[in-house]
């Protein structure tokens, strides 16, 4: 088991940064494929960014493509999304999410891949 803890969110400008954190439990973090996923109010949850378990495969949704960027602590446990030239649209509550199987694309790009979710951290971008 994993449990997963978000932070880093908040209330940016539009062309701002923010910085998400996501700590995990457990001393099987590195064999863990880690995505980020958000959900604004009234939509589905999307597909943001993941990672594989080393960190040598990162994937992105188009819309955050050149603005968001994903890595990897492992000896630190932790996961992070450094995300840049924020929008009003990037507006939504933030996800971590883990699965211990062996997945890369398409599979990361799909909520149902993923075993364990954070509580989530909520991002305002004003305009």
């Known amino acids: 088991q994993v449990q997963l803890v978000e932070s880093g969110g908040g209330l940016v400008q539009a062309g701002g940064s923010l910085r998400l954190s996501c700590v995990a439990s457990?001393?099987?973090?590195?064999?863990?494929?880690m995505g980020w996923f958000r959900q604004a109010p009234g939509k589905e949850r999307e597909f943001v960014a993941a990672?594989?378990?080393?960190?040598?495969?990162?994937y992105y949704a188009d819309s955050v493509k050149g603005r968001f960027i994903i890595s990897r602590d492992n000896a630190k446990n932790t996961l992070f999304l450094q995300m840049n030239s924020l929008k009003p649209e990037d507006t939504a509550v933030y996800y971590c999410?883990?699965?211990?199987?062996?997945?890369?694309?398409?599979?990361?790009?799909?909520?149902?891949?993923?075993?364990?979710w954070g509580q989530g951290t909520q991002v305002t971008v004003s305009s």
């Open positions: 999410a883990a699965t211990g199987d062996n997945y890369y694309y398409p599979q990361l790009r799909m909520a149902q891949s993923y075993d364990h």
């Open positions: 990672i594989t378990w080393s960190g040598g495969n990162t």
């Open positions: 457990g001393r099987t973090f590195s064999s863990y494929a």
